[in-house]
C-alpha cells in the first residue's frame, strides 16, 4: 500500500509535533497483525458496500480463507454497511455513494493524498466515514484530522458538481460501539484548513518544535526519541544519581 508522506492516519501527529514525520522516515514502516487484520476487515467492508449499492457480484471465500479472518469480522463489516445504510437513508432522493475513493490533498498537504472509506454526497451535504477495525484505541470523530483532511479533498474534488454547505464526519470503530459523528459548516472546514496548511509546511520541512504527549503512541521514532526521553526523565525524581538507562 502506497502512503503519503505526510499521511492524514498519522496527522494528529505531525500537526502537532511537526519534526515528527521528518525523523520517522529513518524509521522502517512495519505493518503488524493488527493493522493486517484491519485492512481485511476493510476489505469485507468494501465489497458489501459494492455489492448492496452497486449490485456487484462479490466473492468472500478468498477472504475467509485468510488465516486472520474470524466471524467478528464479518459480523463488524455488517454494522458497517449498515451505518453507512442509515446515512443513505437520511434523504428522499438517493444520494452519490464512493468506496476507497482516494483524494488529491496538495491544496492543504504537500505530496499529500488520502484514501476515504466511504464519502456520500447528497445536494449540500457531504459525509465522509471512516471504518476503525481496532479496539485498542478509541477514535473519536470530534476534531479528527485524518477525517477533516479526506473531507478537504472530497471537498475539493467535488466542489464545481455540489453546492457543499456541510460536511458530516463519521467514525465506525463496531467493536469498541463507537458511531460518532462531527458536523462542521464549509466554512468551519476550511477555518481549520488554514491552520493545517501552515502546520504540514513545517511537517514537510522537519521544522517546528518537538512535542510529547498521547499522539506520540504510535510514532516509529518514539523509542529513541530525545524530547520524549527528557520529558519523562524529567517528571521522575532520581535525586542527584541518574540510572544510567532511561
Known amino acids: 500500500m ?38 481485511l476487515a476493510h476489505s469485507f467492508g468494501e465489497m458489501k458496500l459494492r455489492a448492496f ?45 464512493l468506496f476507497e475513493q482516494r483524494y488529491d490533498l496538495r ?39 485524518q477525517l477533516r483532511l479526506y473531507a478537504l479533498g472530497a471537498y475539493h474534488a467535488f466542489r464545481d458538481l455540489y453546492d457543499i454547505t456541510r460536511v458530516f464526519i463519521h467514525i465506525v470503530q463496531p467493536r469498541l460501539d463507537n458511531f460518532s459523528e462531527e458536523v462542521l459548516s464549509t466554512e468551519e472546514l476550511l477555518g481549520w484548513a488554514e491552520y493545517a496548511k501552515l502546520q504540514a509546511v513545517k511537517a514537510s520541512k522537519g521544522e517546528g518544535s518537538f512535542e510529547v504527549g498521547e499522539h506520540c503512541r504510535f510514532c516509529r521514532a518514539r523509542a529513541t526519541c530525545r524530547a520524549r526521553a527528557d520529558f519523562y526523565s524529567a517528571l521522575a525524581d532520581f535525586g542527584e544519581r541518574k540510572p544510567p538507562l532511561l
Do not use: M
Open 2 to 39: 502506497e502512503h503519503a508522506k505526510l499521511s492524514p492516519s498519522s496527522a494528529h501527529r505531525w500537526l502537532t509535533c511537526t519534526p515528527s514525520a521528518k525523523l520517522e522516515q529513518a524509521f522502517p514502516n512495519e505493518s503488524s497483525e493488527y493493522a493486517l487484520e484491519g485492512v
Open 107 to 145: 491544496e492543504v498537504v504537500p505530496e499529500g493524498f488520502g484514501t476515504a472509506d466511504c464519502t456520500i454526497i447528497c445536494g449540500g451535504d457531504l459525509h465522509v466515514v471512516d471504518y476503525k477495525h481496532g479496539k485498542g484505541v478509541f477514535v473519536s470523530a470530534e476534531d479528527n484530522p
Open 53 to 97: 449499492f452497486k449490485g456487484e457480484r462479490v466473492n468472500f471465500d478468498p477472504l475467509r480463507e485468510s488465516k486472520l479472518y474470524t466471524p467478528e469480522i464479518d459480523t463488524c463489516s455488517d454494522l458497517y454497511v449498515d451505518y453507512v445504510k442509515t446515512i443513505f437513508n437520511r434523504y428522499p432522493e438517493p444520494p452519490s455513494v
